[in-house]
């Protein structure tokens, strides 16, 4: 789906413009309200400079947490404006709703080159409805629309898909460009051997990934807590590891579209088991045949991880998404980790590798290797669906090339 981009528009098609840039600034709060991760913020930077730059009025608008259409104080985004004050080195004005009279105001006050964030879009139930007089008035602040929140890209939202109505042009960001080059191009036109490497707790949440990947990929990987249902399935006995028993039909059924299309379909023959899920429970590593009662599978073995290392050494595309068991504990981290290092070293040797949201992004950022990747999608749901093949409503809104 190749879309418009704002690399298509110079400063003569920018100057003095008000453009309604759709950003996702849904970052971690601590215990204090202080933004603990800003990575999302640094991530929209490109596409906020290049529009001061060429003399463009930037009106940001982004949610924040889940404020379920009512005002929030706790969700506001005075923390984000700081931030991003900070970074660009430039005062950032908020304002106090993300429409009405004082949006207004401000936008109006603006000159070249400034920078607006909207109040949180979150704070109206129209957003989520995607209710058109609500995105008729979010459009009317502007005249040109960015949207660079490909992590809000799979929701049909009025900031994101019903604004679109109202503005031209309406063109992707440099980051929802870029995640689309990788993801869009991972799966459309890949370098091969392609694999995936598939991790998480419940393959209920990564049937449509699963299913997708076995049509494209030469090579699926898959790790975390979902392996035991598909050992149960085998007919073997997982202890107290996590099954799901209404998926042990849909297991046997994947496991026979690997083979049947001749896709190598890897699973861990041996596991690091705890005696209770906690820390700094007791361990035990074992065959997938020799699991004993009362004990759960918490992470791949070593030699699981070794074959994993030796099936993706040819690989020219990687693509990562979930962990390989619970690597918050320390005790049941080394198969994350192993896979984290392995993909950094294929990213040195020129593999792309492509890291796919949530969970696995935290861990190549925990065991410091984030750096190294080839791409590292800033989207967790938006990424899994577009490597399902679903279209991003989001996206599909914006001007075609």
Known sequence: ???????????????????????????????????????????????????????????LAAHFGRPKGEVNEAMRLTPVAARLSELLGKPVVKTESCIGPDAEAKVSAMADGDVVLLENVRFFADEEKNETEFARKLAALAEVYVNDAFGAAHRAHASTEGVTEFLTPNVAGHLMEKELQYLQGAIDEPKRPLAAIVGGSKVSSKIGVLESLIDKCDKVLIGG???????????????????????????????????????????????VLADAFSPDANTLTTSVNEIPDGWMGLDIGPDSLKAFQAALADCKTVIWNGPMGVFEFDKFAAGTNGVAHTLAELSAQGCCTIIGGGDSVAAVEKVGVAEKMSHISTGGGASLELLEGKVLPGVAALDDA
């Open 225 to 271: 807590g979902m392996i035991f249902t598909f050992y149960k399935a085998r007919g073997l006995a997982v202890g107290k590891s996590l099954v799901e028993e209404d998926k042990l039909e849909l297991a046997r059924e994947l496991e026979a579209k690997a083979k049947a299309k001749g896709v190598q379909l890897l699973l861990p023959t041996d596991v």
């Open 1 to 59: 789906m190749a879309k418009r981009s704002l690399t298509s528009l110079s400063a003569a098609d920018l100057q003095g413009k008000r453009v309604l840039v759709r950003v996702d600034f849904n970052v971690p709060l601590d215990e204090s309200g202080a933004i603990s991760d800003d990575t999302r913020i640094r991530a929209a930077l490109p596409t906020i400079t290049d529009l001061t730059a060429k003399g463009a009025r930037v009106i």
